[in-house]
């Protein structure tokens, strides 16, 4: 396909002597934004019509692309990523590979193979935008690539060039044809992951082969009936539910938790849902975390003695349960990458098991 013939508004640009053809992220494959058309082609995770319903942290919060993906295939042997943030906080304790960076990973036989992180190479000013233009070369022959958008940074406009006179296809669907939401905290955004793609959330889907859609909020996951419903609004494949840790009390996730479930099984009778509570960290918090999780519990304890055969319990407790408990945090909260593969590891079991996947 070459969109040059199709749309003559798709222009080139030439990088180190090397002509691109760029296109938009939409024209290529763009998941993890179900309101994307709605909101006017922005990078923007919730609808902006129903920005009032939420506090200003939360609508700043849903223009960080966590969950973007784009997804393609081509047998240009170069790619450009091109285009500007918006003013993004800048967190001393994630690598700017992870908050800003973009993961390109090429698709093969059922999994993905990192290829390359594009990232900006010196510290932005957080108040400002700030322009980007990414190079990186590509591996021969005709691949399918999905290249994951920063989990912390918003992105304010983006291009992908690949080199003019290349074949550019559309991937293949997915084998789980429907979305995969993840709703809950910094955790499921992303915090503290070294790259976009080494998040939960990414990793999951990734081994399920199934899109994701990203809600995690940092701090502002607080199981607003207002965000269930806007959960219910969607065709999903699964719901991960995992909000715990940004309730502020034991009392607050106990009087939000069932009613919150209660909304997406109301609109969704069969829709499997993973009820996840969070990772036991740090021994100080042993009766909160114990508190939470019991709750959790009790949520999922009461659908299935009322016959829901669709929900599922990922006991958080026991995630980091083989490892000495410092290691696979940055902060005895925010996972590294040993924390986040070792909580994929302990829910992929579950969701597998939800989807139909054995």
Request: net charge negative.
């Given at each position: 396909?070459?969109?040059?013939?199709?749309?003559?508004?798709?222009?080139?640009?030439?990088?180190?002597?090397?002509?691109?053809?760029?296109?938009?992220?939409?024209?290529?494959?763009?998941?993890?934004?179900?309101?994307?058309?709605?909101?006017?082609?922005?990078?923007?995770?919730?609808?902006?019509?129903?920005?009032?319903?939420?506090?200003?942290?939360?609508?700043?919060?849903?223009?960080?692309?966590?969950?973007?993906?784009?997804?393609?295939?081509?047998?240009?042997?170069?790619?450009?990523?091109?285009?500007?943030?918006?003013?993004?906080?800048?967190?001393?304790?994630?690598?700017?590979?992870?908050?800003?960076?973009?993961?390109?990973?090429?698709?093969?036989?059922?999994?993905?193979?990192?290829?390359?992180?594009?990232?900006?190479?010196?510290?932005?000013?957080?108040?400002?935008?700030w322009d980007f233009e990414f190079?990186?070369?590509?591996?021969?022959?005709?691949?399918?690539?999905?290249?994951?958008?920063?989990?912390?940074?918003?992105?304010?406009?983006?291009?992908?060039?690949?080199?003019?006179?290349?074949?550019?296809?559309?991937?293949?669907?997915?084998?789980?044809?429907?979305?995969?939401?993840?709703?809950?905290?910094?955790?499921?955004?992303?915090?503290?992951?070294?790259?976009?793609?080494?998040?939960?959330?990414?990793?999951?889907?990734?081994?399920?082969?199934?899109?994701?859609?990203?809600?995690?909020?940092?701090?502002?996951?607080?199981?607003?009936?207002?965000?269930?419903?806007?959960?219910?609004?969607?065709?999903?494949?699964?719901?991960?539910?995992?909000?715990?840790?940004?309730?502020?009390?034991?009392?607050?996730?106990?009087?939000?938790?069932?009613?919150?479930?209660?909304?997406?099984?109301?609109?969704?009778?069969?829709?499997?849902?993973?009820?996840?509570?969070?990772?036991?960290?740090?021994?100080?918090?042993?009766?909160?975390?114990?508190?939470?999780?019991?709750?959790?519990?009790?949520?999922?304890?009461?659908?299935?003695?009322?016959?829901d055969k669709n929900v599922y319990?990922?006991?958080?407790?026991?995630?980091?349960?083989?490892?000495?408990?410092?290691?696979?945090?940055?902060?005895?909260?925010?996972?590294?990458?040993?924390?986040?593969?070792?909580?994929?590891?302990?829910?992929?079991?579950?969701?597998?098991?939800?989807?139909?996947?054995?």
């Amino acid at each position: 396909m070459d969109l040059k013939k199709i749309d003559t508004n798709f222009a080139t640009c030439s990088v180190n002597g090397v002509e691109f053809t760029m296109y938009h992220p939409a024209d290529l494959g763009l998941e993890g934004f179900p309101w994307h058309e709605e909101n006017e082609h922005k990078f923007t995770r919730l609808p902006e019509k129903k920005f009032s319903l939420f506090n200003e942290n939360l609508q700043d919060l849903s223009k960080c692309t966590a969950g973007g993906v784009i997804r393609f295939c081509t047998n240009s042997k170069a790619i450009l990523l091109k285009g500007s943030y918006r003013p993004f906080w800048i967190m001393p304790h994630m690598a700017m590979a992870g908050q800003a960076g973009f993961d390109i990973v090429q698709w093969e036989d059922g999994k993905g193979i990192f290829h390359a992180n594009l990232q900006i190479d010196s510290i932005p000013v957080a108040e400002k935008k700030w322009d980007f233009e990414f190079t990186a070369t590509l591996p021969e022959g005709m691949n399918e690539y999905r290249i994951f958008m920063p989990l912390y940074a918003g992105v304010e406009h983006l291009e992908i060039g690949l080199e003019a006179g290349s074949t550019v296809e559309r991937a293949p669907i997915h084998k789980i044809e429907k979305p995969i939401l993840f709703y809950g905290s910094s955790i499921t955004q992303g915090g503290c992951a070294s790259r976009p793609s080494n998040c939960h959330a990414a990793l999951l889907s990734q081994a399920v082969d199934a899109e994701q859609i990203n809600l995690g909020f940092s701090g502002n996951a607080k199981g607003e009936k207002e965000m269930a419903e806007l959960i219910a609004s969607l065709d999903l494949s699964c719901f991960v539910m995992d909000y715990d840790y940004n309730a502020p009390t034991p009392e607050h996730l106990q009087e939000t938790h069932e009613s919150f479930f209660k909304i997406i099984r109301e609109k969704h009778p069969d829709l499997p849902v993973v009820m996840v509570s969070r990772c036991f960290t740090n021994p100080d918090n042993l009766e909160d975390t114990t508190k939470r999780r019991n709750i959790i519990m009790q949520t999922y304890s009461n659908a299935r003695a009322k016959g829901d055969k669709n929900v599922y319990f990922v006991d958080g407790m026991n995630t980091f349960a083989q490892e000495a408990i410092e290691w696979p945090t940055v902060d005895r909260c925010h996972p590294t990458d040993l924390g986040f593969y070792l909580m994929t590891k302990r829910i992929l079991p579950t969701l597998k098991q939800a989807l139909g996947i054995f």
